[in-house]
């Protein structure tokens, strides 16, 4: 079985094609195919979008298998429950949960084929060695290649119990390694799904209530029907009404119009004349969608007055997430109370290529190709939607355009299914960009109140903090500065909705961070204190005798970071005494991240000079692929806590394309950011969302300096001037 | 109105029977199959579709089909026969890309450029990049590789 698919390299192809087709793969594991003349291919199983685990997570395999890196092809395994446990993208979790599983892969095949070698050389397994894909004979000095054993080895059983190399024997990880898909990505060739096409293919799109709060009425597609190229149009109700939901099946709307035609340019046309009535949706119950039973409000929502609410509901007493200590006596006896509430937007997730997917139904099986952060999780529900099998589902997982959290909501795959099944027919579906702005699943909107107490020497005495959201609370209750005082009180609450939210790059943290990080900045002024000194005597008490036992950071890890950025940085320093410079910490999956900005503003415009980023995530497989994350990532929280924001108005987004959405652009990035890693054997832990939430509090803590003005208030730029 | 137009594509002649309003990148993406040029926005304001036009930087969601009869269009595919273009191989060795979606459109600008203005400075590249969006935040490494491929020629 040669098993080309769509997305064998060229290299792979080529290769094949100057083997010849008498070439067989040899599978050793699920992860490892070679050939008798020694061409090794390695599947990385999990969804790619840009966070380069197509590299990284190959490397762990390669490593015990002992192979040169470069020697290898890599492929995107497909969809697969029967060789592949966890094939997921998000939470920062892949190289977290593949540390141990990929390398044991890599050291089974590794096993495999000294076994095979010792039996056909007839000599004891501890005579042989292996180096960049041979084995060798260290007494008879013969050797030979992992492909001359290869067919032998594959027959024998995966074995267990397999020795793991130390990491001071690694020999790959931990050294840069470019990019494997780049050399295809760099010619333009067709990685993702959008690019995916076979013959006869048809075009969808999807036409949907022009508000949130709004629902289909009746349509008259009669115009639009004898548009050119147009082949059907028909409305689809993505889940049923009854149907249970799982955690990632949320949807902006359920029912919507499929246009299916010949070509994305007809199909557009064609939208345009279709006569449409919508009417106001009443309230509804969803079942299980974001993981709980919801009711969904009727009306047609407005920023506006989404900030009033949020202020109102701060008046009132919130839900008691966390306490310690007694916080209404030590503010009962404060000399001092420093009281400041921060907001942030709904944010749209912004992936550059909009969303889309292939879907090809024919009889009870089921074909997609498309971006997908959870193949298993839309399978699942594909499966319920249609009544069929979970295993009649194939899903080739297409290179994304971007992800960020977006691509876990499948809901778009359900869609094209439904199109396809409808239209009889392999379709494509896509969004124009309108349709994945103004119908997105948001970060949802946050505020956040911190209050602090001190005694007349103006020491910190307790702490306050209640938050809450559109439609959902931002707190995280047990996370710093919990544990570091002894009174400490959390609240949350939240605000009924029918805008639709979910996972946005570090969900909930992306907003603390700068809540929090802009809070300690202000208080530590307030006593005199250097904002670096007074965050690591925080983390100090918490460190050597934390408050409550629920502490969900590791104290030490914290100071590590913070410890680093400022020597990084030259914090302090005499020579940078000039500097307009903020600084901010914070820890979120799994992994720590602490940033120094340093920039100016001129004439209203914010110039960034430089970011010091200082990152604990354990052990770095490839650091090339670690900074490159660590650098979007600072580029990304600078653009979305200057600029970012999606509105509302009676419903209807304010913002509907790149032209009304603020980006961050070229001239508007850091002139040089500088990535440091803590050095040390902890196994490895998430980098995708950990370096993006505390940006936000440098950049107000930044601000300030350079303005003489604290910001509150996301997005900055426009109060900046 | 359909009509047949011939179009100069990466130095080869097309002709494609089609609405005479159909902006470049569909008649790309859906009638030639030349996926490399990417839709973004639809409106110019990303730069993901960015082609050469007689050589010069232009957005392909916005250039109807009926107005490129006689001109020469670059796509991606086309900007090296080998992929080797000097932008290309700095990409490559500066590492510039996460999700890659963008950067066909990045390359394309970055190459035209380079061919009006062959020692850019910074500030050059951050001016006649601005239209060319990256979420994954890949600017200072495309500026980097911007500046290398200048000094490579």
Same mark, same amino acid.
């Given at each position: 079985?040669?098993?080309?698919?769509?997305?064998?390299?060229?290299?792979?192809?080529?290769?094949?094609?100057?083997?010849? =087709?008498?070439?067989?793969?040899?599978?050793?594991?699920?992860?490892?195919?070679?050939?008798?003349?020694?061409?090794?291919?390695?599947?990385?199983?999990?969804?790619?979008?840009?966070?380069?685990?197509?590299?990284?997570?190959?490397?762990?395999?390669?490593?015990?298998?002992?192979?040169?890196?470069?020697?290898?092809?890599?492929?995107?395994?497909?969809?697969?429950?029967?060789?592949?446990?966890?094939?997921?993208?998000?939470?920062?979790?892949?190289?977290?949960?593949?540390?141990?599983?990929?390398?044991?892969?890599?050291?089974? =095949?590794?096993?495999?084929?000294?076994?095979?070698?010792?039996?056909?050389?007839?000599?004891?397994?501890?005579?042989?060695?292996?180096?960049?894909?041979?084995?060798?004979?260290?007494?008879?000095?013969?050797?030979?290649?992992?492909?001359?054993?290869?067919?032998?080895?594959?027959?024998?059983?995966?074995?267990?119990?397999?020795?793991?190399?130390?990491?001071?024997?690694?020999?790959?990880?931990?050294?840069?390694?470019?990019?494997?898909?780049?050399?295809?990505?760099?010619?333009?060739?067709?990685?993702?799904?959008?690019?995916?096409?076979?013959?006869?293919?048809?075009?969808?799109?999807?036409?949907?209530?022009?508000?949130?709060?709004?629902?289909?009425?009746?349509?008259?597609?009669?115009?639009?029907?004898?548009?050119?190229?147009?082949?059907?149009?028909?409305?689809?109700?993505?889940?049923?009404?009854?149907?249970?939901?799982?955690?990632?099946?949320?949807?902006?709307?359920?029912?919507?119009?499929?246009?299916?035609?010949?070509?994305?340019?007809?199909?557009?046309?064609?939208?345009?004349?279709?006569?449409?009535?919508?009417?106001?949706?009443?309230?509804?119950?969803?079942?299980?969608?974001?993981?709980?039973?919801?009711?969904?409000?009727?009306?047609?929502?407005?920023?506006?007055?989404?900030?009033?609410?949020?202020?109102?509901?701060?008046?009132?007493?919130?839900?008691?997430?966390?306490?310690?200590?007694?916080?209404?006596?030590?503010?009962?006896?404060?000399?001092?109370?420093?009281?400041?509430?921060?907001?942030?937007?709904?944010?749209?997730?912004?992936?550059?290529?909009?969303?889309?997917?292939?879907?090809?139904?024919?009889?009870?099986?089921?074909?997609?190709?498309?971006?997908?952060?959870?193949?298993?999780?839309?399978?699942?529900?594909?499966?319920?939607?249609?009544?069929?099998?979970?295993?009649?589902?194939?899903?080739?997982?297409?290179?994304?355009?971007?992800?960020?959290?977006?691509?876990?909501?499948?809901?778009?795959?359900?869609?094209?299914?439904?199109?396809?099944?409808?239209?009889?027919?392999?379709?494509?579906?896509?969004?124009?960009?309108?349709?994945?702005?103004?119908?997105?699943?948001?970060?949802?909107?946050?505020?956040?109140?911190?209050?602090?107490?001190?005694?007349?020497?103006?020491?910190?005495?307790?702490?306050?903090?209640?938050?809450?959201?559109?439609?959902?609370?931002?707190?995280?209750?047990?996370?710093?500065?919990?544990?570091?005082?002894?009174?400490?009180? =959390?609240?949350?609450?939240?605000?009924?909705?029918?805008?639709?939210?979910?996972?946005?790059?570090?969900?909930?943290?992306?907003?603390?961070? =700068?809540?929090?990080?802009?809070?300690?900045?202000?208080?530590?002024?307030?006593?005199?204190?250097?904002?670096?000194?007074?965050?690591?005597?925080?983390?100090?008490?918490?460190?050597?005798?934390?408050?409550?036992?629920?502490?969900?950071?590791?104290?030490?890890?914290?100071?590590?970071?913070?410890?680093?950025?400022?020597?990084?940085?030259?914090?302090?320093?005499?020579?940078?005494?000039?500097?307009?410079?903020?600084?901010?910490?914070?820890?979120?999956?799994?992994?720590?991240?602490?940033?120094?900005?340093?920039?100016?503003?001129?004439?209203?415009?914010?110039?960034?000079?430089?970011?010091?980023?200082?990152?604990?995530?354990?052990?770095?497989?490839?650091?090339?692929?670690?900074?490159?994350?660590?650098?979007?990532?600072?580029?990304?929280?600078?653009?979305?806590?200057?600029?970012?924001?999606?509105?509302?108005?009676?419903?209807?987004?304010?913002?509907?394309?790149?032209?009304?959405?603020?980006?961050?652009?070229?001239?508007?990035?850091?002139?040089?950011?500088?990535?440091?890693?803590?050095?040390?054997?902890?196994?490895?832990?998430?980098?995708?969302?950990?370096?993006?939430?505390?940006?936000?509090?440098?950049?107000?803590?930044?601000?300030?300096?350079?303005?003489?003005?604290?910001?509150?208030?996301?997005?900055?730029?426009?109060?900046?001037? | 109105?359909?009509?047949?137009?011939?179009?100069?594509?990466?130095?080869?002649?097309?002709?494609?029977?089609?609405?005479?309003?159909?902006?470049?990148?569909?008649?790309?993406?859906?009638?030639?199959?030349?996926?490399?040029?990417?839709?973004?926005?639809?409106?110019?304001?990303?730069?993901?579709?960015?082609?050469?036009?007689?050589?010069?930087?232009?957005?392909?969601?916005?250039?109807?089909?009926?107005?490129?009869?006689?001109?020469?269009?670059?796509?991606?595919?086309?900007?090296?026969?080998?992929?080797?273009?000097?932008?290309?191989?700095?990409?490559?060795?500066?590492?510039?890309?996460?999700?890659?979606?963008?950067?066909?459109?990045?390359?394309?600008?970055?190459?035209?450029?380079?061919?009006?203005?062959?020692?850019?400075?910074?500030?050059?590249?951050?001016?006649?990049?601005?239209?060319?969006?990256?979420?994954?935040?890949?600017?200072?490494?495309?500026?980097?590789?911007?500046?290398?491929?200048?000094?490579?020629?």
């Amino acid at each position: 079985m040669l098993g080309i698919s769509w997305f064998a390299s060229a290299k792979s192809e080529e290769t094949l094609k100057e083997l010849g =087709a008498e070439t067989t793969w040899e599978q050793l594991t699920s992860y490892i195919k070679i050939t008798p003349d020694n061409v090794v291919k390695i599947f990385s199983p999990n969804p790619e979008f840009g966070q380069n685990v197509m590299t990284s997570l190959p490397m762990l395999i390669a490593e015990e298998l002992d192979i040169d890196f470069k020697s290898v092809q890599v492929e995107q395994a497909n969809y697969s429950l029967a060789l592949y446990n966890r094939q997921f993208t998000g939470g920062s979790q892949s190289i977290r949960q593949a540390w141990k599983l990929l390398r044991t892969a890599g050291a089974s =095949a590794r096993q495999m084929i000294l076994t095979a070698a010792s039996q056909e050389w007839n000599v004891p397994i501890a005579e042989l060695t292996t180096a960049n894909g041979m084995v060798m004979n260290s007494f008879s000095g013969k050797s030979a290649t992992y492909g001359s054993f290869a067919t032998a080895a594959s027959k024998l059983p995966v074995p267990k119990d397999i020795v793991l190399k130390g990491n001071k024997n690694f020999k790959l990880l931990g050294t840069p390694q470019k990019n494997v898909e780049g050399p295809k990505i760099v010619k333009g060739q067709p990685l993702f799904g959008m690019d995916y096409q076979v013959p006869g293919m048809l075009i969808a799109m999807t036409e949907r209530p022009p508000a949130f709060g709004m629902r289909l009425k009746s349509f008259d597609a009669t115009a639009a029907k004898k548009m050119p190229g147009i082949v059907d149009i028909f409305p689809i109700q993505v889940y049923e009404p009854t149907q249970k939901l799982a955690m990632f099946d949320t949807r902006t709307f359920n029912e919507v119009i499929a246009v299916v035609g010949k070509t994305t340019w007809d199909v557009m046309n064609a939208r345009k004349a279709l006569k449409v009535v919508w009417e106001n949706a009443p309230e509804t119950k969803e079942l299980g969608m974001g993981g709980r039973d919801t009711i969904v409000p009727a009306g047609l929502e407005s920023t506006k007055k989404h900030y009033a609410q949020m202020l109102e509901m701060d008046k009132k007493p919130g839900r008691v997430e966390r306490k310690d200590g007694d916080p209404e006596k030590a503010f009962a006896e404060a000399k001092h109370v420093i009281e400041r509430t921060y907001t942030a937007p709904f944010l749209a997730h912004n992936i550059m290529e909009p969303t889309n997917t292939f879907a090809h139904v024919q009889g009870d099986k089921v074909k997609i190709v498309g971006p997908i952060q959870g193949p298993d999780m839309v399978a699942a529900t594909v499966a319920t939607r249609l009544g069929i099998p979970k295993e009649n589902i194939e899903i080739q997982l297409a290179r994304m355009g971007g992800g960020f959290g977006r691509r876990a909501y499948g809901h778009y795959m359900v869609e094209a299914v439904l199109i396809s099944k409808q239209a009889n027919a392999p379709v494509k579906l896509i969004y124009k960009r309108e349709d994945d702005v103004s119908a997105g699943i948001y970060r949802p909107m946050y505020q956040m109140t911190y209050r602090a107490a001190f005694d007349e020497n103006k020491r910190l005495t307790a702490m306050h903090i209640k938050g809450g959201g559109v439609p959902e609370s931002p707190l995280h209750a047990n996370r710093f500065p919990a544990g570091a005082l002894d009174n400490y009180l =959390a609240e949350s609450w939240a605000i009924p909705s029918n805008i639709t939210i979910g996972a946005f790059r570090a969900p909930r943290s992306n907003f603390n961070a =700068a809540a929090e990080q802009s809070f300690l900045d202000e208080i530590s002024e307030y006593m005199g204190k250097d904002p670096i000194a007074f965050r690591l005597e925080l983390l100090q008490r918490a460190k050597e005798n934390p408050v409550g036992k629920s502490n969900d950071y590791d104290a030490a890890r914290y100071m590590g970071v913070l410890e680093l950025v400022r020597d990084k940085s030259g914090w302090g320093k005499a020579e940078n005494a000039g500097k307009k410079r903020g600084v901010s910490a914070y820890f979120c999956h799994n992994s720590y991240a602490a940033q120094v900005i340093d920039l100016q503003v001129k004439d209203g415009q914010v110039i960034v000079d430089q970011v010091t980023s200082a990152l604990d995530c354990g052990v770095v497989v490839n650091p090339e692929g670690a900074k490159n994350m660590a650098e979007g990532a600072a580029i990304d929280g600078i653009g979305n806590a200057l600029f970012g924001q999606l509105t509302l108005t009676d419903g209807r987004t304010d913002q509907k394309n790149f032209d009304t959405y603020r980006m961050i652009r070229h001239n508007e990035a850091p002139k040089k950011i500088d990535v440091h890693f803590v050095q040390n054997e902890v196994d490895p832990t998430g980098l995708g969302e950990p370096p993006f939430p505390p940006i936000f509090g440098a950049m107000a803590n930044a601000l300030y300096k350079a303005t003489g003005k604290r910001f509150y208030q996301q997005p900055f730029a426009s109060q900046i001037g | 109105m359909i009509k047949k137009f011939t179009v100069r594509i990466n130095k080869k002649s097309h002709t494609v029977t089609v609405d005479e309003n159909m902006p470049l990148l569909w008649v790309l993406r859906d009638i030639l199959d030349m996926k490399g040029t990417k839709y973004g926005c639809g409106v110019g304001s990303c730069g993901a579709c960015t082609v050469h036009l007689n050589g010069s930087a232009v957005r392909s969601c916005q250039l109807p089909i009926s107005a490129l009869a006689n001109q020469d269009i670059t796509t991606i595919e086309g900007l090296a026969e080998k992929g080797d273009h000097p932008v290309q191989k700095a990409w490559l060795d500066v590492d510039v890309a996460q999700c890659g979606y963008c950067q066909s459109g990045q390359i394309m600008s970055a190459a035209a450029l380079l061919k009006s203005t062959p020692k850019p400075t910074e500030e050059d590249i951050e001016n006649f990049m601005t239209g060319n969006i990256c979420r994954c935040g890949t600017y200072t490494r495309i500026k980097k590789a911007i500046l290398q491929a200048a000094a490579s020629k």
